[in-house]
T-cell receptor, first 115, second 116 residues
Framework: DQQVKQNSPSLSVQEGRISILNCDYTNSMFDYFLWYKKYPAEGPTFLIS?????DKNEDGRFTVFLNKSAKHLSLHIVPSQPGDSAVYFC??????????????FGKGTLLTVNP | DTGVSQDPRHKITKRGQNVTFRCDPI?????LYWYRQTLGQGPEFLTY????????KSRLLSDRFSAERPKGSFSTLEIQRTEQGDSAMYLC??????????????FGNGTRLTVT
């Protein structure tokens, strides 16, 4: 039972354009969402997060949008750079439900930014 | 901040053997987590420590798996009688408090286990 779904295994964009990575979740108890980036042979690195009380959070070139009614979030990267090429994981947790220690991850989306 | 350190980076073992992995978290982080990642999947939660207390274990953690965190510093994950299905990347993470924007999980580079 995949509670966090990233339905696109891969995405390819041109340098300078926008990258949009999507994530859907099924557990309505999730109230905290994160994006991690992972390069080969390295552990995941925290990128950006959003609480369910917000619908948008921005950090430099990265913006995360949350649509609670649709149980959908997306990560926008503008402008995309070749160094952004990595696997991006969406993750979620139940921070107010007592399970704030546990992140549930999606399967990841491989982003390739072409020069 | 020297990051989360895991040792070894790679481990190849024969089925039936025991293996032990070590994780050194970021020094001021009192929370430590173990995750497992198999090919094509995202990391899956295994267990969680707050200081030296193991507060949660996933049902993925069979009785062949045991994790410890003596003195609330480094942690070890032992797998007894390894099976081929145990082949995976074992990731350790730590955080200062409960995961949040100001206290995200910091992951190590993992230990890749191959059981032949």
């Amino acid at each position: 039972d995949q509670q966090v779904k990233q339905n696109s295994p891969s995405l390819s964009v041109q340098e300078g354009r926008i990258s949009i990575l999507n994530c859907d979740y099924t557990n309505s108890m999730f109230d905290y969402f994160l994006w991690y980036k992972k390069y080969p042979a390295e552990g995941p690195t925290f990128l950006i997060s959003i609480s369910s009380i917000k619908d948008k959070n921005e950090d430099g070139r990265f913006t995360v949008f949350l649509n609670k009614s649709a149980k959908h979030l997306s990560l926008h990267i503008v402008p995309s750079q070749p160094g952004d090429s990595a696997v991006y994981f969406c993750a979620a947790s139940e921070n107010s439900g007592g399970s704030n220690y546990k992140l549930t991850f999606g399967k990841g989306t491989l982003l390739t930014v072409n020069p | 901040d020297t990051g989360v350190s895991q040792d070894p980076r790679h481990k190849i073992t024969k089925r039936g053997q025991n293996v032990t992995f070590r994780c050194d978290p970021i020094s001021e982080h009192n929370r430590l987590y173990w995750y497992r990642q198999t090919l094509g999947q995202g990391p899956e939660f295994l267990t969680y420590f707050q200081n030296e207390a193991q507060l949660e274990k996933s049902r993925l953690l069979s009785d062949r798996f045991s994790a410890e965190r003596p003195k609330g510093s480094f942690s070890t994950l032992e797998i007894q009688r390894t099976e081929q299905g145990d082949s995976a990347m074992y990731l350790c993470a730590s955080s200062r408090t409960a995961p949040s924007h100001n206290s995200p999980l910091h992951f190590g580079n993992g230990t890749r286990l191959t059981v032949t």
